[in-house]
């Protein structure tokens, strides 16, 4: 398997490189980002899709039995990327089933997409309600939180979510990106101590190790595409990698090389990622803050 490498410019740093020139003739920075092909979609899924459409036309279903099914296509839409078609048909299934607690907590991920951050909180609210132990609840809402300017309401779902999970990286991840609102330093202090009981030979320890100051960012990079098995698996790590840069990048004031990373995450089309449905929602609010 052969692995890409591509160089990276940051448009910021240029700019003040540029602007150096002329005293300092100090050359731009560049940085060397791995790179693959985007990921294909699964035909697998298309297939499953053509299924569900197939039984969704039989005059036998009961109303449950159809929720499940346009839940579970919705599923499947959203997997590819397709969001207007799941969720026409997360509406459908809700409409159908209005108890069927998992379309609620989709429902509110797309709301959170599109801004909509009082609608998402409605439905994640009531995926709760419903079902108060399902756990990813919690993330879906504090990641709607963090997004609508809420930081210390958002920590406090990702601190739900991480007592699930305690050793997961990307629970531990997102209650830093929340703290980190409202103090950075205690943050990275919280950070660390959270990860004390993470497995640190799995790759997504790089991430907390990052994050941490503990490993810079090269050799983050060069260390993505350890132990990778397939391009699908090396695909989502970059997806995932991508975005993580971004965010620090971003909260660093580097903004247009964390505009790059979320670009770069999109490139990879791992639709399912919640990294890269989030990376499209960085770049809409900081087109729109650009705008204005």
Not at 217 to 229: A, K, P, R, W
Not at 240 to 260: I, M, P, R, S, V
Request: aromatic residues 12%; charged residues 25%.
């Amino acid at each position: 398997m052969i692995f890409k490498h591509l160089a990276l410019a940051s448009f910021a740093i240029l700019s003040l490189s540029a602007c150096q020139a002329t005293s300092d003739a100090q050359p731009a920075p560049i940085v060397n980002v791995p790179f693959t092909a985007p990921l294909s979609s699964d035909f697998r899924s298309e297939i499953a899709i053509a299924r569900y459409s197939e039984l969704l036309n039989r005059a036998d279903l009961t109303s449950d039995q159809q929720a499940k099914l346009y839940y579970d296509r919705g599923v499947l839409f959203d997997s590819l990327g397709m969001t207007t078609l799941a969720r026409i048909d997360f509406n459908r299934a809700v409409k159908m089933k209005p108890d069927l607690s998992e379309v609620y907590n989709f429902l509110g991920t797309h709301q959170t997409l599109m801004q909509q951050y009082g609608k998402a909180y409605e439905f994640f609210d009531s995926a709760l309600e419903l079902n108060d132990k399902h756990e990813y609840t919690y993330l879906s809402r504090g990641i709607a939180l963090y997004y609508g300017d809420r930081p210390r309401l958002a920590a406090a779902d990702f601190s739900e979510f991480l007592a699930r999970s305690p050793n997961d990286v990307y629970r531990i991840l997102w209650l830093y990106l929340a703290q980190a609102e409202d103090d950075q330093v205690q943050a990275i202090g919280n950070l660390k101590s959270n990860a004390e009981g993470v497995d640190e030979s799995q790759w997504a320890y790089q991430l907390i190790a990052l994050y941490a100051g503990d490993i810079d960012e090269d050799t983050f990079l060069n260390s993505i595409s350890e132990g990778v098995s397939s391009e699908k698996e090396y695909a989502q790590r970059l997806c995932e990698a991508y975005f993580y840069l971004a965010k620090q990048h971003q909260a660093e004031g580097n903004t247009n090389l964390a505009a790059d990373y979320f670009r770069l995450a999109l490139s990879t089309n791992v639709h399912e990622f919640l990294e890269y449905k989030y990376a499209r929602l960085e770049l809409e609010i900081m087109a729109g803050e650009d705008a204005s």
